[in-house]
């Protein structure tokens, strides 16, 4: 599935629900759900920042990641009318990192 110079591929791995991602030639591998809402990750909007970081952005509720470390890079953006009443649910928890795994090929 190629959308915006990406192409992303669930892929079921044991337990495992995972996305295979490429970007601009780089291979990335992270859990399917984001870690706010659990909601799928296969559409969100992968971007380098102005730093250089290759981020995913969750569809539903804005939140962004690194997809080389799984860090939080906004924790649910209260960006528009339906990410204020998200971002309002997760205000007073802890932004939870997503899981990212190395791509060997």
């Keep these: ?7 992303s591929k669930a892929v079921l791995l044991g337990t495992l629900n995972l996305i295979l991602y490429e970007f601009e ?5 992270s859990e399917a759900n984001s870690t706010a809402y659990k909601y799928p990750l296969i559409d969100g909007e992968i971007k380098r920042t102005e730093d250089g970081v290759v981020s995913i952005e969750t569809p539903l ?3 962004t990641y ?3 470390t799984g860090a939080v890079l906004e924790w649910c953006p209260k960006n528009n009318l339906l990410r204020n009443f998200l ?6 928890e802890k932004p939870v990192p997503l899981r990212v795994y190395p791509v060997v090929i």
């Design 1 to 7: 599935m190629r959308r915006c110079g990406k192409s």
């Design 66 to 68: 690194d997809l080389t």
């Design 61 to 63: 509720d804005g939140t």
């Design 25 to 29: 030639d780089q291979l990335y591998c």
């Design 87 to 92: 971002g309002g649910l997760k205000e007073k």
